[in-house]
């Protein structure tokens, strides 16, 4: 087995499934993905949107908030972002862009200039939410970004002036796709165990949050110094 592929796959057992439940993700994923109507387009979107920003948690709360999947229960709490997303309930120009987008009819450069710059669904946010949205509708093409994955890839390639930045513009989410494709290249290779695409994300994301609290700690021990 080689080195990368230990890495990524002991990085991946240090994932948060508390904060963020793999029954729920997959689940929804997978609706979104073979749903045929905006109604049902829109409520798997909204829902994921509460678990990519880590509302989601096992057990019961209100039953308008509840869900049970595979014997397991899942509740919710509100977030600023699905509030946001809310205002597209009803817009079917938007939801058939999405579905469009799903079936490989629109770039994926043209969908992200649709939802950021014409409907900016995300008032006030820069990239992650409407990459996340892109992610949801076509997984095996675009990745989810974040600032963890940004700093593990900074990492990798050793540019540490970038470790303490957020990723902002379509360039730096092009730039992190080529990235992601070339270690999931490397890992599905002859003579290397097959990682999927998911296990590769969840480790990279992993390294990256563990940086980040080196870097916590390294600033407070200059501030207490």
Known sequence: MCILCIFIRNWEKQY????????????FLKRIRTCQNHNDLFNYIFLMLHWKFGTVKKGTGEPTNTITIEGESFTWSSVD???????CRNDADFLQ?????????ISGYEFFRYIKEE??????????????LMHLLRPEQYPMIDQHVWRAMNI??????????????W???????KFFNNIVESLTGEGHIQLDRQTIDRG???????????LLDKLNQNLIS
């Open 81 to 87: 972002i699905a509030r946001d997303f809310e205002e």
């Open 171 to 177: 360039s730096d989410y092009e730039q992190y796709i």
């Open 97 to 105: 862009k999405c579905f469009q987008f799903r079936n490989g009819v």
């Open 204 to 214: 990279l994301w992993s390294f990256g949050k563990w940086i980040h609290y080196l």
């Open 16 to 27: 948060n499934r508390v904060k963020y439940p793999l029954t729920f993700y997959n689940y």
């Open 119 to 132: 409907k900016r669904i995300f008032p006030n946010r820069k990239l992650v939410p409407y990459v996340f």
């Open 156 to 169: 990798f390639q050793a540019n540490l002036k970038s470790i303490y930045e957020k990723p902002k513009t």
